[in-house]
């Protein structure tokens, strides 16, 4: 079993943040702002010993490397930032890896491909640098770039391939066209093909050029909630919310489209939604296809960005380990794969890491460990 956490490296200051956002903002800028919404409210997020490290100092990569690989983390995939005219935005810290070798781990990169914006969710609105892939050139640019990291001997290969995702393909015009050009580039840089693997679930759901991708991430909980959206365009489901709306059952109604609740007293409107429930729907539900690659989430409080958030109650490490547990058997049963994509290693902002905190110390990474302890 080879688990793979999602990495964000946006744990150091850069001019585009510090104009859109403030001077010296990091994302421990928004963590440490939250506060709880509601009564039991894990808020704010509190890392352990106060280690709100800077990831422009080699050593904390090496020493989140360590912990990591202790506690039975396979590699990390580093989000990856690239835009018009060749932009790059926090790329520092996989730059760094790729310098030090000391830096122990294998990885590989998912291309973060949105605009980006001060809201965060890579939107057309409030651009801060935008994406272009009308540049056929800078195209191979960029990928002449990645190869610099797929030739490392740490990077995360699959039959000598490297691995790369893509967050949402669907934003990319000329699908074909651009991906064409991206695996030829690899080819001409010695590698034989790439491992290209779609993050986002919109794609999956809504496209036809699925024959472009080897492989499709269960990217959850984005992935299981997409599922619930997709499921509830049915005709069957209209039909029966329609019936419950007939008869005044509207409660019901709310429940089943899992709708947030209104606090008076911050006026937010939060998407809150039941970790154990969503957990049960991810072990049961049926894989897709024989490209899918499983998912796994720690936890999701995305509130510290944005008070109109989505919350899900009822997580810890207890928990956790349960649900790996299924998780993994059914991988072993029903996937092709023996990846595991966990969200995430670092997601301070959203409420998904594994890294140790006040309130739970190590329970995460020590139930991860424990699970994965038992495969071996």
Same mark, same amino acid.
């Given at each position: 079993m080879k688990p793979i956490c999602f990495?964000?490296?946006?744990?150091?200051?850069?001019?585009e943040n510090d104009e859109a956002h403030g001077e010296g903002f990091t994302e421990w800028t928004n963590v440490k702002k939250a506060y709880p919404l509601y009564d039991g409210h894990n808020q704010p997020r509190v890392p352990y010993d106060n280690n709100y490290y800077s990831l422009l100092d080699k050593e904390v990569m090496i020493q989140q490397a360590e912990l990591a690989k202790k506690?039975?983390?396979?590699?990390?995939?580093?989000?990856?930032?690239? +835009?018009?005219?060749?932009k790059k935005l926090l790329e520092k810290p996989v730059?760094?890896?790729?310098?030090?070798?000391?830096?122990?781990?294998? +990885?590989?990169?998912?291309?973060?491909?949105?605009?980006w914006t001060r809201r965060w969710d890579g939107g057309n609105h409030e651009i801060i640098?935008?994406?272009?892939?009308?540049?056929?050139?800078?195209?191979?640019k960029h990928v002449d770039y990645l190869c610099q990291f797929f030739k490392d001997d740490r990077y995360i290969k699959i039959d000598g391939k490297p691995l790369l995702l893509i967050y949402k393909p669907e934003l990319i015009p000329n699908l074909t066209k651009t991906m064409g050009i991206i695996r030829n580039r690899a080819r001409k840089n010695g590698f034989e093909d790439l491992e290209i693997i779609v993050q986002f679930p919109k794609f999956l759901l809504n496209n036809h050029q699925l024959e472009l991708f080897d492989g499709f991430a269960e990217f959850q909980p984005i992935f299981e909630i997409h599922m619930e959206k997709h499921e509830r365009k049915n005709p069957v489901y209209q039909s029966v919310k329609s019936f419950l709306l007939k008869v005044g059952a509207r409660n019901?109604?709310?429940?089943?489209?899992?709708?947030?609740?209104?606090?008076?007293?911050?006026?937010?409107?939060?998407d809150r939604r039941d970790y154990d429930a969503t957990w049960t729907n991810i072990i049961?539900?049926?894989?897709?296809?024989?490209?899918?690659i499983a998912g796994a989430f720690v936890d999701w409080d995305n509130t510290a960005r944005n008070k109109n958030g989505r919350v899900f109650d009822g997580a810890n490490?207890?928990? +956790?380990?349960?649900?790996?547990?299924?998780?993994?058997?059914?991988?072993?049963?029903?996937?092709?794969?023996?990846?595991? +994509?966990?969200?995430?290693?670092?997601?301070?902002?959203?409420?998904?890491?594994?890294?140790?905190?006040?309130?739970?110390?190590?329970?995460?990474?020590?139930?991860?460990?424990?699970?994965?302890?038992?495969?071996?």
């Open positions: 990495y964000l490296p946006q744990f150091h200051p850069i001019p506690y039975g983390i396979y590699g990390f995939c580093y989000y990856h930032y690239w +835009f018009k005219n060749g730059e760094m890896m790729l310098e030090n070798k000391d830096i122990d781990i294998p +990885f590989c990169l998912s291309w973060a491909n949105e605009n640098v935008e994406q272009d892939y009308d540049d056929l050139n800078d195209l191979k019901l109604v709310q429940k089943l489209e899992i709708r947030g609740e209104k606090k008076a007293h911050n006026k937010a409107l939060l049961n539900r049926p894989i897709k296809n024989n490209k899918m490490p207890e928990k +956790f380990e349960g649900y790996m547990r299924q998780l993994i058997e059914k991988i072993q049963k029903e996937y092709q794969s023996e990846i595991v +994509f966990i969200n995430a290693w670092n997601e301070w902002a959203e409420g998904a890491y594994l890294e140790p905190d006040k309130k739970h110390g190590y329970g995460y990474l020590e139930a991860l460990k424990t699970v994965i302890d038992e495969t071996r």
